[in-house]
């Protein structure tokens, strides 16, 4: 560790994808700058984070927040900072073939949340989801028979099977922090679709909690800090989707 601060841009009203790397600070009691939301005279708010988006600042240009600026690094996409910061700040395990694990199911995290977002912009990510309502329904139908149990299934079946109460055994990691908020975003915006499929998920009900009473992570779940989830995020409870 050094005094270099961690500056996480992401955008400044939603969870998002930037909520992945959040909880990872929270849980491991790092200090980090959340820089957009921060007044424009803190050199914080969105123009901050459009000199990067622009090409105008230093490093490689990101394609899209969340980016993590750390010194004279610039690293972009949500599973490539964990991986990178989880063995910084104690979030991943000691060897090369726990490390891999972790970034193996923060991968397939990613693929999964990239399904869930989709359901409500189904044809374009640019278009209101007003717009594709009728796509949507559609996929959302799909989605919630094939796709959950297929995921969720899967992240039951590798839970525990490192020895331990997490992923990859005794030592918590990034991927048991992201695997927490896929489930809490799923129960905020398809609730009765994950309460018929609770009693097939018993560890990672199990995870869940553990997560949730962890201190760093109640105390940030109980602050302002953590944002509402709401309609412009990754997670979006439309009722006529989860029908």
Not at 91 to 103: K, N
Request: proline fraction near 7%; glycine fraction near 10%; charged fraction near 25%.
């Amino acid at each position: 560790m050094t005094d270099t601060r961690y500056e996480l841009y992401y955008w400044p009203g939603i969870q998002g994808r930037g909520e992945f790397v959040r909880l990872a600070f929270e849980d491991a009691g790092v200090p980090y700058v959340d820089v957009a939301r921060r007044p424009e005279t803190e050199g914080g708010g969105m123009a901050a984070m459009q000199r990067f988006l622009s090409g105008e600042a230093k490093g490689l240009r990101p394609f899209a927040p969340p980016f993590l600026v750390y010194g004279d690094l610039v690293m972009a996409q949500t599973a490539l900072i964990l991986q990178w910061l989880g063995p910084r700040i104690g979030l991943a395990p000691e060897d090369e073939a726990g490390r891999l694990a972790v970034h193996q199911i923060q991968l397939t995290i990613t693929d999964f949340a990239a399904e869930i977002h989709d359901v409500h912009h189904p044809i374009a990510a640019s278009l209101y989801y007003e717009d594709q309502k009728t796509e949507a329904l559609r996929r959302a139908t799909h989605l919630v028979k094939e796709r959950f149990p297929k995921y969720l299934g899967w992240f039951e079946s590798v839970l525990g099977k490192g020895g331990g109460p997490w992923f990859c055994g005794e030592r918590i990691a990034t991927a048991d922090l992201s695997m927490f908020q896929v489930l809490s975003g799923l129960e905020y915006a398809f609730p009765k679709a994950m309460k018929r499929l609770e009693p097939k998920l018993p560890g990672l009900r199990a995870l869940r909690d553990r997560v949730a009473a962890r201190p760093g992570i109640a105390a940030y779940l109980a602050s302002d800090r953590r944002i509402p989830f709401n309609k412009h995020g990754l997670f979006r409870h439309y009722p006529e989707l989860d029908a």
